[in-house]
């Protein structure tokens, strides 16, 4: 069986989620390059995206507005599946424009939650949804690393192909 890593993560702005924050009108901005940039990464297998609102549920990210101010602050999310941590590593920490786009943002992100990054390895064959990823982000936040859902810290070795 071969494995591949997924990985799931959240930002949350602070302030209200409209255009009037600068996290908001930069981070959407940013976000059509570095999608053409994953892809056209070897190391990527597939990336999809969404919000995940105050109340639990999702929205696509092309219908992210308008966005009703009294449904809180969303989390803006990214779920992709890599080939393995080094491309994951090399493409979010050395790729044209993920890493000067978050280093830009990192100061408007609100962390109060902990941990906005979740990885696991899955089967290549398994699919998931947004859903499973918040699931798998909120058991790292509550039990910490482990085979079911470990952080960068904290990584847990690919399985072995049986």
């Known amino acids: ?9 959240c930002a949350r702005p602070t302030g209200e989620f409209t255009f009037d924050n600068e996290f908001v009108r930069v981070f959407l901005a940013i976000l059509p390059r570095i999608f053409s940039d994953a892809d056209s990464f070897d190391g990527i297998h597939w990336h999809r995206h969404g919000l995940r609102q105050p109340d639990g549920s999702w929205r696509d990210l092309g219908n992210a507005f308008p966005y009703a101010k009294d449904l809180g602050v969303p989390d803006v999310c990214t779920m992709a599946g890599w080939t393995s941590l080094a491309d994951m590593r090399s493409f979010v920490y050395d790729g044209r424009t993920h890493p000067s786009g978050m280093r830009r943002l990192k100061e408007q992100l609100d962390r109060s939650q902990g941990p906005g990054f979740v990885m696991w390895w899955a089967p290549r064959e398994e699919r998931f949804t947004m859903e499973d990823g918040w699931t798998r982000l909120t058991h790292l936040r509550q039990n910490g690393s482990g085979p079911y859902a470990f952080s960068l810290d904290q990584p847990v070795v690919r399985p072995q192909v049986a």
């Open 1 to 9: 069986m071969d494995y591949r890593l997924i990985h799931f993560n």
